[in-house]
């Protein structure tokens, strides 16, 4: 593993390929790459750059491991538990485990921001159509979420 990785212009690294969000059919979302900037068996995490194209939004899901994102550029919204969150550059955003969460960028820039995660960790699990349906019973998350799927 390099010591260095250089910066690249548009929030790419040399020597770090840009790749799918998932499975196109393994769980809904819209317009999102990412890029495994470090991982390394001496590292118990993973730090990685996603990107969420102008008005796309990562999966909803939940595990049990936790994140730790900063936001890099553009703003959005995203939905931590039952929290709906305005945020934009430099925000810390922690998702303790277990807690839904999902990032939307704004229809007019792209939002991008760091991750990181355990290297280890569990597969996300989406949601059932009852907590789907107990999550929408909040107006604000019900808003957020409008009628993606």
């Known amino acids: 593993m390099s010591v260095l990785r250089k910066a690249l ?16 059919a393994s769980a809904p979302f819209r317009s999102v790459t990412r890029q495994v900037l470090a991982s390394a068996p001496d590292l118990r995490g993973e730090l990685r750059y996603f990107e969420v194209a102008p008005g796309g939004w990562t999966t909803l899901e939940r595990h049990a491991h936790v994140h730790a994102v900063t936001i890099l550029r553009g703003s959005g919204r ?35 921001f760091l991750c990181m995660v355990d290297a280890e960790r569990d597969r996300p ?22 009628n993606t799927p």
């Open 9 to 24: 212009s548009d929030f790419r690294w040399e020597g770090v390929d840009m790749r799918a969000y998932k499975d196109e």
């Open 125 to 146: 699990q989406l949601p059932t159509t009852d907590e789907r349906a107990q999550l929408q019973a909040i107006p604000e998350v019900a808003l957020f979420l409008g």
């Open 78 to 112: 995203a939905l931590v538990g039952h929290e709906v969150l305005e945020i934009g550059p430099l925000d810390l955003v922690t998702v303790p485990a277990w807690a839904w969460h999902q990032f939307r960028a704004t229809a007019q820039a792209p939002l991008g």
